[in-house]
């Protein structure tokens, strides 16, 4: 079936460090998915963070950036400087871009930086 | 903007007992309208997908009987878990877009408590 995998669990970072968040997706089902990224800041809901549907090109939005690697199956997030404020829940997902727009999350994973 | 409100964003309901949640969309038209869960511990999993005009597509493991969903106009739907018991319990999430390919808005969740 479809499915995504993510860096599990709590990542901690200090302000002004690199992140690196991995994912890696598998669309049996999908010939090219859309993938995206979500956040999830404390007491929100959702938000898209960015998303890419093309193979080979990269995403970007508020420092972070994705690039879609179609032969490695992966849609890792990156940021060279993180801030406090980017402490939240990041989610990589996938969908085949139908008109009913399933979304196949990953498991999430907590980012928390320290000041 | 575009924004989707849920309510109640928690509730507490007794096993054995029914609980009804809405979703509202604002500032643009929900054409479709996908419920997801996340349980304790998990990811966000697609409880049903739902649009306009057309029969509501549950997910296995999720039913019409256990959760009946009402999308009656572009901006309402609705959710009832019914016989709610411990397993019913976490954030339900409702997801609106105006059509394919084009971006899923998020609320901020009803969170379920079982008791």
């Given amino acids: 079936g479809d499915s995504v995998t ?7 970072v200090s302000e002004s460090k690199s992140l690196i968040i991995n994912c890696t997706y598998s669309a049996t089902s999908i010939g090219y998915p859309n993938l995206f990224w979500y956040v999830r800041y404390p007491g929100e809901g959702l938000q898209l963070l960015l998303k890419v549907i093309t193979a080979g090109q ?40 139908s008109a009913l727009g399933r979304l196949h999350f990953g498991a999430g994973t907590q980012l928390i930086v320290i000041p | 903007g575009a924004l989707v409100y849920q309510y109640p964003r928690r509730t507490i309901c007794k096993s054995g007992t029914s609980m009804r949640m809405e979703c509202q969309a604002v500032g643009f038209q929900a054409t479709s309208v996908a419920w997801y869960r996340q349980s304790p511990q998990k990811t966000f999993e697609l409880i049903a997908l739902s649009t306009v005009n057309s029969a509501i597509k549950y997910e296995q493991n999720f039913t019409q009987e ?28 409702c997801g609106a877009r105006t059509g394919a390919n084009t971006e899923v808005f998020f609320g901020k969740g009803t969170r379920l408590t079982v008791v």
């Fill in chain 1, 6 to 12: 993510q860096t599990e669990g709590q990542v901690t």
């Fill in chain 1, 58 to 97: 990269k995403g970007s939005s508020r420092g972070f950036e994705a690039t879609y690697n179609k032969e490695a199956t992966s849609f890792h997030l990156q940021k060279a400087s993180v801030q406090e404020s980017d402490s939240a829940v990041y989610y990589c997902a996938l969908s085949g871009g």
């Fill in chain 2, 66 to 93: 256990k959760f009946p969903i009402s999308h009656p106009n572009l901006s309402f739907s609705s959710m009832t878990v019914l016989n709610a018991y411990l397993e019913d319990r976490g954030l339900y999430l």
